[in-house]
Nanobody, 117 residues
Framework: VQLQASGGGLAQPGDSLRLSCTASGVTLGNYAIGWFRQAPGKAPEGVSCISSSNGRTYPTDSVKGRFTISKDNAKNTVYLQMNLKPEDTAVYYC????????????WGQGTLVTVSS
């Protein structure tokens, strides 16, 4: 199982970026998918996740109204659409959690998002 995160880069405040998490070796529709991030000098935090069963999403408070997680089962890809602020600068990771599991067992390699004017 491999998760490939992509789409990071340098952006200005107010810009939008879309991160992608594409899976191989697993059907993402069977897994809850989460996006996490780790900013320099800070602990990792959960950003948003999407349920495997009903597509319900669970964004953290700091990104509500700015970030949208979605999935395209046909492309086996989960997206994170972001409207950015400087405090969103971090390495972003996607991860998959199987049905009935309490842990995210599969992780992508991370993609760097830098927001600066």
């Amino acid at each position: 199982v491999q998760l490939q995160a992509s789409g990071g880069g340098l952006a200005q405040p107010g810009d939008s970026l879309r991160l992608s998490c594409t899976a191989s070796g697993v059907t993402l529709g069977n897994y809850a998918i989460g996006w996490f991030r780790q900013a320099p000098g800070k602990a990792p935090e959960g950003v948003s996740c999407i349920s495997s069963s009903n597509g319900r999403t669970y964004p953290t408070d700091s990104v509500k109204g700015r970030f949208t997680i979605s999935k395209d089962n046909a492309k086996n890809t989960v997206y994170l659409q972001m409207n950015l602020k400087p405090e969103d600068t971090a390495v972003y990771y996607c991860a998959a959690r199987g049905l009935g599991s309490s842990e995210y067992g599969y992780w992508g390699q991370g993609t760097l998002v830098t927001v600066s004017s």
